[in-house]
T-cell receptor, first 115, second 112 residues
Framework: NAGVMQNPRHLVRRRGQEARLRCSPM?????VYWYRQLPEEGLKFMVY????????ESGMPKERFSAEFPKEGPSILRIQQVVRGDSAAYFC?????????????FGQGTRLTVV | AQSVTQPDIHITVSEGASLELRCNYS??????LFWYVQSPGQGLQLLLK??????LVQGIKGFEAEFKRSQSSFNLRKPSVHWSDAAEYFC??????????FGAGTRLFVKA
C-alpha cells in the first residue's frame, strides 16, 4: 500500500504563473488535508476535502488559491498568479476517517519556489 | 484560541544522552495531542498520539510522551538518543475534529 503521493516534489514558477500541486491519498482514504509550511515555521492548515466536497477551507487565502478532490484522480491545490510569498512547502495528508479521530498520513510535500 | 508552543527552537544533545522536548498547548477541551518527526526534505511521520486514557504514551523509535493536564504540557522524551534521531520535531493538537494545529518545531542536533 503506497503512502500519500505528492507531485511534483519541487516546483519552480515565475511570478504571475500558475502552480498545480497534486496529491494522491492512500488507498481507501477519502479525507484529504492540505497544509503549508513556511521556512522556520510549523505547518498551517489550509483546507480539508472529501471526495468532490470542500469541508473546510478556512485556512485558505481568499484569493488565488483553490483546491479540489474530484471523484476520480488526485486532489489538486491550485495557486494562480503566484507571488514570492507563496514560496513554501505544501503538504498533503490523508485519512480513512475524519482526523484527528483517525491517523492522518502525510506525503513528502511539494516545495514551491517562486522566482 | 487554540495554540501550541514549543519553547525550544534548537536543542543539541550528545549521542546516548537523554532527551526531552517541551510542548505546551492551549485548548478548551480535552485535546488530541501528537508528536511528529520530520527529516530534511521529507514529510511528517507520526511518533505517537494521545487521545485519552493512560497519560504516558509510548511511540515508535523508543519515544514516549506524558500528558499533564495541570501543566497543559505534552513533553516528548527518549532515554538514549541515537544520531539518526537528528530531525525536526513537531508537537500538534487536534482541534475541531480535523484541524490539526502545529507548533513551530524543535530542531534536534545530535553530537558524537
Amino acid at each position: 500500500n503506497a503512502g500519500v503521493m505528492q507531485n511534483p516534489r519541487h516546483l519552480v514558477r515565475r511570478r504571475g504563473q500558475e502552480a498545480r500541486l497534486r496529491c494522491s491519498p492512500m488507498k481507501g482514504h477519502s479525507h484529504v488535508y492540505w497544509y503549508r509550511q513556511l521556512p522556520e515555521e510549523g505547518l498551517k492548515f489550509m483546507v480539508y476535502l472529501q471526495k468532490e466536497n470542500i469541508i473546510d477551507e478556512s485556512g485558505m487565502p481568499k484569493e488565488r488559491f483553490s483546491a479540489e478532490f474530484p471523484k476520480e484522480g488526485p486532489s489538486i491545490l491550485r495557486i494562480q498568479q503566484v507571488v514570492r510569498g507563496d514560496s513554501a512547502a505544501y503538504f498533503c495528508a490523508s485519512s480513512p476517517g475524519q482526523a484527528p479521530n483517525t491517523e492522518a498520513f502525510f506525503g513528502q510535500g511539494t516545495r514551491l519556489t517562486v522566482v | 484560541a487554540q495554540s501550541v508552543t514549543q519553547p525550544d527552537i534548537h536543542i543539541t544533545v550528545s549521542e546516548g544522552a537523554s532527551l526531552e522536548l517541551r510542548c505546551n498547548y492551549s485548548y478548551g477541551a480535552t485535546p488530541y495531542l501528537f508528536w511528529y518527526v520530520q527529516s530534511p526534505g521529507q514529510g511528517l511521520q507520526l511518533l505517537l498520539k494521545y487521545f485519552s486514557g493512560d497519560t504516558l504514551v509510548q511511540g515508535i523509535k523508543g519515544f514516549e510522551a506524558e500528558f499533564k493536564r495541570s501543566q497543559s504540557s505534552f513533553n516528548l522524551r527518549k532515554p538514549s538518543v541515537h544520531w539518526s534521531d537528528a530531525a525536526e520535531y513537531f508537537c500538534a493538537v487536534g482541534a475541531r475534529g480535523f484541524k490539526t494545529i502545529f507548533g513551530a518545531g524543535t530542531r534536534l542536533f545530535v553530537k558524537a
